[in-house]
């Protein structure tokens, strides 16, 4: 299980290296609100082209879409969401702060001030952002942030069907902002109130929901390990009847061992036919799917893999997070995979000797078209490895002064530290034998 103190050095690593930000810092920032700098908007760009590529690259049975985040307020109504999306709110009388009451300790102490029995009445809080669409702020005119992806897909079942010409079974994939209002966001970007989903609605014939839904649930497990998270950080939970959306017979969370203890990092949910059914009865439109081989329609059942970015993100920080003494001296790493480590190639000349410079700067263009680099020649060689070695690169290239003699460079391995001369002219050969896709 990872440290107690794991999580504060990855806020500091994350803020001193330029990965994720305070929103708003400068006015104190803004509660549970984050920015991704430059190096955290490389990392999580990796992070959502890994899962697409995964999802809809190597998959002939899977196609994408981009649906709107405002939508026709009748999409939450059929959802469920206007009704039923809501969490237990309670105040404390004391200090005034609010949780939900689902997740107070069982000693009925305030976890802000510590009283007791200091709790109102429970009530229901709605977690959707609402706004008005037009100059006029009246009922006609309401609408709201979509708190999920997924209902986008649904909506447009109809148009990606008929478009692709795709016969269940077969999936629609998006990546998108979500806004859910959540009583208590936290833990950095664990738990936030603007969030980026990966999700996936995989449409099936109503009696292979069970056997799709065992797949997704392996297979979704397995693209974590691929990417690098050890087998002993995760595990399957099923969830318990009680615990079930009602739109789900079956869901089981992939979980990670963060800090804090395990947590949800992935979703997967057998949501049945409820929501073409849902939207099928609230829009008037018949959503099913006629099956001509076996001359039968049927309205189709769907999975769910669905995956928020940042948390995915977080989690790779975590398990990648290692520190090492070299030689007496204490060593920060990213041990992160390669497809998903922010700058992949660094390019380090051995100092500023205007000699070294040009062949440097050739060095870079000839590796900036198919990697993303970063050219550094500020410090002691050392330090320069150190700080790349904080942000995961996986690979540096040093070019020396012998290079202007041999026209090689010195390749360096981020986890072993293990260097190999190399000619130029077969560097970018060599690098993308080192970094496959």
Same mark, same amino acid.
Not at 154 to 163: A, I, K
Not at 334 to 339: C, E, N, P
Not at 374 to 395: K, M
Not at 418 to 426: A, G, L, S, T, Y
């Given at each position: ?41 490389? %990392? ?21 879409? &981009? ?26 009388? !004391?200090?005034? /702060?609010?949780?939900?009451? &689902? ?52 909506? !447009? ?14 999936? +629609? ?41 065992? =797949? ?23 969830? &318990? ?16 061992? =963060? ?8 979703? +997967? ?59 007496? /001296? ?5 041990? %992160? ?10 390019? %380090?000349?051995?100092?500023?000797? /205007? ?25 002691? +060689?050392?330090?320069? =490895?150190?700080?790349? &070695?904080?942000?995961?690169?996986? $690979?540096?290239?040093? +070019?020396?002064?012998?290079? $202007? ?25 060599? $690098? ?6």
């Amino acid at each position: 299980m990872a440290r107690p103190d794991l999580m504060e050095r990855v806020v500091n690593l994350c803020k001193r290296r330029g990965l994720v930000f305070p929103s708003s810092e400068i006015y104190g920032g803004f509660r549970s609100t984050w920015d991704y700098g430059p190096l955290g908007v490389l %990392l999580k760009r990796n992070v959502k082209d890994a899962w697409w590529r995964s999802m809809v690259q190597l998959r002939d049975d899977v196609v994408g879409l &981009d649906s709107a985040i405002l939508m026709h307020p009748k999409v939450w109504e059929a959802s469920g969401h206007v009704s039923a999306f809501a969490d237990p709110l309670v105040d404390c009388r !004391n200090c005034k /702060e609010r949780f939900r009451a &689902d997740q107070l300790p069982a000693s009925g102490a305030c976890p802000n001030c510590g009283a007791k029995d200091s709790f109102t009445e429970a009530r229901q809080f709605n977690l959707m952002f609402k706004t008005h669409v037009g100059p006029v702020e009246d009922d006609a005119s309401v609408a709201y942030l979509r708190p999920e992806t997924a209902q986008g897909i649904f909506v !447009n079942f109809l148009n990606v069907q008929m478009t692709t010409r795709k016969k269940p079974p077969f999936g +629609i994939a998006q990546i998108g902002k979500s806004f859910r209002n959540e009583i208590t966001p936290g833990n950095f970007i664990f738990r936030t109130r603007e969030f980026e989903v990966m999700e996936m609605e995989y449409f099936v014939p109503p009696d292979d929901g069970p056997r799709w839904y065992e =797949y997704w649930c392996q297979e979704r497990l397995r693209w974590f390990t691929d990417l690098g998270i050890p087998d002993e950080m995760l595990r399957l939970r099923p969830h &318990d009847p009680d615990e079930l959306s009602h739109y789900s017979v079956g869901t089981s969370d992939v979980e990670f061992a =963060y800090p804090w203890g395990w947590g949800e990092l992935e979703g +997967i949910a057998n949501r049945t036919d409820f929501d073409l059914a849902q939207h099928a009865q609230f829009s008037g439109q018949d959503l099913g799917f006629y099956d001509q081989e076996n001359d039968r329609r049927f309205v189709p059942h769907v999975i769910e893999p669905a995956l928020g970015a940042d948390r995915c993100l977080l989690a790779f920080l975590l398990a990648a997070y290692t520190e090492e003494e070299v030689r007496g /001296e204490k060593r920060t790493l990213l041990k %992160l995979d390669h497809r998903l480590a922010p700058i992949q190639v660094a390019v %380090l000349p051995l100092s500023r000797n /205007e000699k070294l410079g040009p062949v440097a700067r050739e060095v870079a263009d000839l590796l900036r078209p198919r990697f993303m680099i970063d050219v550094d020649d500020a410090g002691s +060689i050392g330090r320069r =490895y150190r700080r790349q &070695d904080e942000v995961g690169t996986p $690979l540096c290239v040093t +070019i020396d002064f012998d290079t $202007l003699d041999d026209q090689a460079v010195t390749v360096r391995e981020r986890d072993s530290m293990v260097q190999d001369r190399v000619p130029i002219e077969k560097l970018e050969a060599h $690098l993308q034998e080192r970094l496959p896709l």
